[in-house]
């Protein structure tokens, strides 16, 4: 018995030690050198100087910083629960369709997730174009005159938010359109019999069981848009990179165009901790609320 649970042990270890292998090379490892890194003056490829603390005293005096920290959160509060909601609204009218036409329009929408980012800056940076783009029809009215979006500080974030939403919104609703076909039918047949409109089906059954898949779109979302740069750097090529700039766009103004990699380093691992500190807030905010 001890030498079958010994063989047991042994076959379980090689099983796991790839694993293991790949994700200490590819994570574990280069999250200790930047970590490592934040406490010198290196520049981004040689060694450094041991400095201790002063690029975090540094980061917190960081004028720039501090706009990068309010322009990412900015950022998360325009996209996380709009693109969250606008992906459960459409997967639940997607699945009232059948057939053909229900697969149509899921690919209508899932479409433009698989766009790279550099067709998405291109099909947009022409519809907000200022002499020719279809998007200043709709904005002249609103603003009494054409309006260059991408090059007026407090436009830019919410226009970019608008165009990720855009994005991205296909992947939320391929994940609520499965939470929505995993809920029995009849379900809804005995709510109907029991005279229930669709407000009260939505509130009493769909949403509660849907709130699990809810709850991972919000973290997938938060955590993702946390870490923007490619559409903020795209769209800012031109204009003014300062009261637009986001953290990661930040990381990559002192590591590669500075050449400053300890302080890069150093607000590298603030970006960590953020992300770690914001996900679990919310991961316990979900489950308080998953379990009401």
Same mark, same amino acid.
């Not at 996380?80 to 639940?92: H, S």
């Not at 005279?195 to 898949?213: H, K």
């Given at each position: ?28 490892? *280069? ?11 290196? *520049? ?67 479409? *433009? ?15 907000? &174009?200022?002499?020719?783009?279809? %998007? ?20 830019? %974030? ?35 019999? &029991? ?46 990179? &300062? ?5 990661? /766009? ?29 996900? %679990?807030?919310?991961? /316990? ?8």
């Amino acid at each position: 018995m001890i030498k079958n649970r010994r063989t047991e042990i042994i076959t379980a270890f090689i099983l796991v030690a790839p694993f293991l292998v790949i994700y200490g090379l590819l994570f574990v490892y *280069p999250t200790y050198r930047m970590v490592e890194l934040s406490f010198t003056d290196a *520049p981004l490829i040689g060694p450094g100087n041991w400095i201790g603390l002063e690029n975090y005293f540094e980061m917190f005096d960081d004028r720039r910083f501090k706009t990068a920290v309010i322009n990412t959160l900015y950022f998360v509060l325009l996209t996380v629960i709009p693109n969250t909601l606008i992906g459960l609204g459409i997967a639940m009218m997607v699945n009232r369709l059948k057939g053909w036409q229900q697969s149509l329009i899921l690919a209508m929408f899932f479409l *433009p997730y698989i766009l790279p980012v550099s067709v998405v800056y291109r099909i947009w940076n022409w519809m907000f &174009d200022l002499q020719f783009g279809i %998007m200043q029809y709709l904005i002249e009215p609103l603003l009494g005159k054409r309006t260059p979006v991408f090059r007026t500080v407090p436009l830019f %974030m919410p226009a970019v938010a608008l165009v990720t939403v855009w994005w991205t919104c296909g992947f939320n609703v391929l994940l609520f359109l499965a939470g929505l076909r995993s809920i029995s039918p009849e379900i809804y047949e005995a709510a109907q019999l &029991d005279n229930a409109n669709r407000w009260t089906q939505f509130r009493r059954i769909t949403w509660p069981l849907i709130w699990p898949v809810t709850a991972l779109v919000l973290t997938i979302q938060l955590i993702l848009q946390l870490k923007i740069f490619d559409q903020v750097y795209l769209f800012v090529q031109g204009g003014r990179a &300062d009261p637009s700039m986001v953290l990661v /766009q930040y990381i990559y103004n002192q590591a590669f165009q500075k050449n400053q990699g300890g302080y890069a380093a150093a607000i590298s691992v603030a970006l960590f901790v953020m992300v770690i500190v914001v996900s %679990m807030l919310q991961y /316990q905010f979900l489950r308080a609320r998953g379990e009401k």
